[in-house]
């Protein structure tokens, strides 16, 4: 009798056991699918995120733009009284072909340094 009992308490810690294990690799599945979906509205959120301030700052380029349009009018509106209105566009227009050409020649010169 006492042998059949120490093979009954065996019997039982091992299902208790076996229970355990079986809880325990429940529970870590069910925690593991939690943080993947945690970081999947994490990332939603920063995706979101990036695209408002993508689209403010388009918004602020093109006003950006605008605004230089409308200095570069008022530029040569001013020039005006100093010589003919194709003149006065031409300088204007002149100043900001080689402003952009020095830009481009460094930008391209910095990216040939860097590639190399």
Excluded: W
Aim: hydrophobic share 55%.
């Amino acid at each position: 009798m006492n042998n059949t009992g120490v093979h009954r308490d065996s019997i039982k810690e091992r299902e208790s056991l076996k229970e355990l294990l079986i809880h325990l690799a429940t529970n870590f599945t069910t925690v593991v699918r939690g943080e993947i979906a945690l970081a999947v509205h994490d990332l939603r959120e920063r995706i979101t995120a990036i695209q408002y301030g993508l689209l403010l700052v388009t918004g602020a380029i093109f006003i950006g733009f605008a605004a230089f349009l409308t200095l570069c009018a008022a530029v040569v509106i001013l020039l005006l009284p100093f010589m003919s209105a194709a003149g006065a566009t031409l300088t204007v227009g002149g100043m900001l072909l080689f402003i952009s050409l020095l830009l481009a020649f460094f930008g391209y010169k910095k990216i040939t340094l860097t590639t190399q």
